[in-house]
Nanobody
Framework: QVQLVESGGGLVQAGGSLRLSCAAS????????VGWFRQDTGKGREFVAG????????RYADSVKGRFTISRDNRKNMVYLQMNSLKPEDTAVYYC????????????????WGQGTQVTVSS
């Protein structure tokens, strides 16, 4: 069974950048689509970006298009989220999720989740 661990979160000023990492272990990670989601206090889990198993397809929420980039390295069992031009409204706990089929924006269809990493953007 694949397990996921996120890292790279932290405190950054508005306009700054962070790169989140999602490390996979314990299974054939290269066959999974991966999504990044975020959840702010008192709110639901929101789709941010997704990438297919082959990297041939990526999807982004409108709120992050042009600022965030998702990528993966299947040789290293890693998925990344490069976040530039960060805004205070990007503040949330960021999670990566994996599922065996296509990218989806609905968190309920993902089978595997990491524990999350906190991103805080100060104004």
């Amino acid at each position: 069974q694949v397990q996921l661990v996120e890292s790279g979160g932290g405190l950054v000023q508005a306009g700054g950048s962070l790169r989140l990492s999602c490390a996979a272990s314990g299974g054939t990670f290269s066959t999974y689509a991966v999504g990044w989601f975020r959840q702010d206090t008192g709110k639901g889990r929101e789709f941010v970006a997704g990438i297919s198993w082959s990297s041939s397809t990526t999807r982004y929420a409108d709120s992050v298009k042009g600022r965030f980039t998702i990528s993966r390295d299947n040789r290293k069992n890693m998925v990344y989220l490069q976040m530039n031009s960060l805004k205070p409204e990007d503040t949330a706990v960021y999670y990566c999720g994996a599922r065996r089929t296509t990218i989806a924006s609905t968190p309920g269809v993902y089978d595997i989740w990491g524990q999350g990493t906190q991103v805080t953007v100060s104004s």
